[in-house]
């Protein structure tokens, strides 16, 4: 059997002539194609506004934005500077356009939350990388085979470029400079790679670079464009290589949690990492021993990227197992009805404990998490508390459960700054009801 066959892909590719025309036609960003821009922009702000996946998949399912960009890489791959020119030019009106675009609407819009699909475009990670530099090299070779069928609209879904422009556009529409340094940021990383994606498909394929009459304006042509090659690469690859870091970081502090944490009768359920360099993590259940952290802190310096950090357990209720539990019950006599009764009791019993403590647990860790967001939000806020609060009348009514956040700020912050908090903080402790209190030192 023939394997090699099987990935030949070049008796299903056009005519060079023809790939190039096509692509060419796509860069520019005049009349219609401006227009149904514009259009897919207002309906991803729109999604991102509401939350709504589905929506924002349709925005970039009529997004022309892939064009320029490709038109950049096959002009590198190519040596075509004139179609580098315009395919810049055109990339540079598109990201304006949309960013104001989208400033206008999250300016007029009457809803001002900040959404989990807002906040899940403010950062870049190792995975964003792989997506756009792969879909790059499937957009390209979709583009140039006789037969396009449904690829082009898929690599626009996962390359991901509206909803990046859209959160910068949120950013600056209400002041949120790290939502528009880390979407443009995002926006950025999945230009470039797509761009090398591009480039690397047009010489795997071995397009013929375009020639010229002139033997010195061909080597200025190509002086020219490894120019700006270098000059776009290096940011990119130091952002790239920020990005790799912490993906390692991450992925070593699940693997230290898994490999030295881990002890019978107890559960990890949640960790983060403090600007002191400490490793939080919260357990639940069994206590773990004075030495089996130890033994944890110590072997830290053992993964690359955590060494120098420091580790706190905060421990949880000290209960034994429910299998432990069974295994005394079989030396009693009782019957297997009777066990299964405290069995059952005691499972009851241990699953309340553990939701009670996961509630009590669950606000100091959504403190912890929301630190950041919050800085955006409110800067002027300097610390939070977040509790769960009972409230008992004197008379016969009912008791009322809520959320209490107390906030401390420096100075005094206006009303419509307190409802916007308000509205946030209630999303995001997902509470029924939030009460609100101002401190001033």
């Known amino acids: 059997m023939d394997f090699k066959n099987y990935f030949n892909a070049n008796r299903d590719l056009e005519s060079q002539e023809q790939s190039v025309a096509q692509i060419s036609n796509g860069v520019s960003f005049k009349g219609a194609n401006l227009w149904i821009l514009i259009f897919a922009i207002l309906i991803a702000s729109l999604g991102l506004n509401i939350n709504s996946t589905a929506v924002i998949i349709g925005a970039m ?17 190519t040596n075509d500077i004139e179609l580098l020119k315009r395919s810049a030019q055109n990339y540079l009106v598109a990201t304006l ?16 939350g900040t959404q989990s699909e807002l906040l899940a475009r403010t950062t870049p990670t190792l995975y964003d990388v792989l997506i756009a530099f792969i879909g790059g090299g499937a957009g390209i070779l979709a583009l140039c085979i006789r037969d396009k069928g449904n690829v082009l609209p898929g ?23 790290a939502f528009f340094a880390g979407a443009f940021f995002l926006y950025f990383i999945n230009t470039v790679f797509i761009a090398l994606g591009t480039f690397i498909g047009i010489k795997l394929m071995k397009f013929r670079p375009k020639t010229f009459l002139d033997d010195k304006r061909s080597k200025v042509v190509r002086r020219t464009i490894i120019a700006i090659v270098v000059l776009t690469m290096i940011p990119a690859g130091i952002m790239t290589w920020r990005i790799m870091r912490q993906s390692l970081f991450n992925s070593q502090i699940s693997t230290f949690i898994h490999e030295n944490l881990q002890w019978e009768g107890s559960q990890i359920v949640a960790n983060s990492v403090d600007k002191d360099s400490t490793i939080r993590v919260v357990a639940v259940g069994r206590a773990l021993s004075k030495k089996k952290i130890a033994e944890a802190q110590a072997a830290i310096n053992n993964y690359s990227t955590l060494q120098g950090y420091r580790l706190r357990v905060i421990q949880g209720t000290v209960s034994d197992s429910i299998m432990a539990l069974k295994n005394k019950l079989t030396n009693y006599n009782l019957n297997s009805s009777d066990q299964q009764h405290l069995l059952e009791q005691a499972t009851e019993e241990n699953t309340k404990l553990k939701n009670q403590l996961s509630e009590y647990r669950s606000y100091e860790l959504l403190s912890q998490d929301i630190r950041g967001e919050l800085k955006i939000i409110a800067p002027q806020v300097k610390n939070i508390i977040l509790s769960s609060t009972v409230q008992v009348s004197t008379d016969t009514l009912p008791k009322k459960r809520f959320i209490t956040a107390i906030v401390g700020v420096q100075k005094p912050i206006k009303e419509a700054t307190r409802e916007q908090l308000q509205k946030w903080l209630k999303e995001r402790s997902h509470a029924d009801s939030l009460r609100l209190i101002i401190t001033r030192p």
């Open 61 to 77: 399912l009529i997004s022309p934005l892939m064009g320029p960009i490709i038109g950049m890489g096959l002009s590198i791959g």
């Open 97 to 112: 356009i949309s960013i104001i675009t989208a400033t206008i609407y999250f300016l007029l819009s009457p809803y001002q």
């Open 155 to 177: 690599v626009a879904i996962a390359t991901a470029l509206m909803p990046p422009l859209c959160t910068a556009g949120y950013g600056l529409a209400y002041g949120y400079w």
